[in-house]
């Protein structure tokens, strides 16, 4: 759903409030950042995750200063994250993220809600949509992406998830006790 900057309250430049003021509707340049990072937290009892207008998320289990699961800079300057998804063109190998960091370019529309938020682009003749959510009884982040192909030929496109854990309260603390690995049959 595109909502131009005359359908919403309140416009600031950035964004502004949709007509019945359930969304917070903003308009990114990934090239000009906002003032300051403006964030939505999605929680509850059991889990939980915040996500700023540029894509950086942190997400935590129960408790989010002793069980992050990927890290929290809480710097407004570079809005940094722990997590990321990345598209690409296997044909020609070009590589984009569905939000505006880490490899985002161009304008997206982002939509912060209650209990969701939404990045929405039109890019290399793809639409995207990624919709980040909590399932709403147990600590499950979801992240659900749309992809669309505008275009006249076929094309092949891979998604590749990145996750800095920290799975603890400190990542220095605990990366020396996090070890990954392929599980047989995964691949």
Do not use: C
């Amino acid at each position: 759903m595109e909502l131009s900057t005359d359908q919403l309250i309140l416009w600031n430049g950035y964004g502004g409030f949709s007509q019945d003021g359930r969304e917070y509707v903003m308009h990114i340049d990934a090239q000009k950042p906002t003032p300051a990072p403006w964030s939505n937290v999605i929680a509850h009892d059991q889990g939980g995750f915040l996500v700023s207008e540029r894509g950086a998320s942190m997400t935590w289990a129960e408790n989010s200063r002793e069980n992050r699961l990927t890290p929290w800079s809480n710097d407004p300057v570079s809005d940094g994250s722990g997590e990321a998804i990345y598209l690409r063109d296997e044909a020609s190998g070009a590589v984009w993220s569905p939000t505006p960091e880490p490899a985002g370019s161009g304008q997206f529309q982002v939509r912060h809600g209650f209990g969701y938020s939404v990045f929405s682009q039109q890019r290399n003749g793809i639409n995207t949509e990624l919709t980040l959510s909590l399932a709403p009884d147990v600590a499950v982040k979801l992240l659900i992406l749309k992809l669309e192909n505008t275009g006249a030929s076929q094309r092949q496109l891979s998604v590749s998830m990145y996750v800095e854990w920290v799975l603890g309260v400190l990542r220095e603390t605990m990366s020396p006790y996090i070890i990954t690995s392929l599980a047989e049959g995964d691949h």
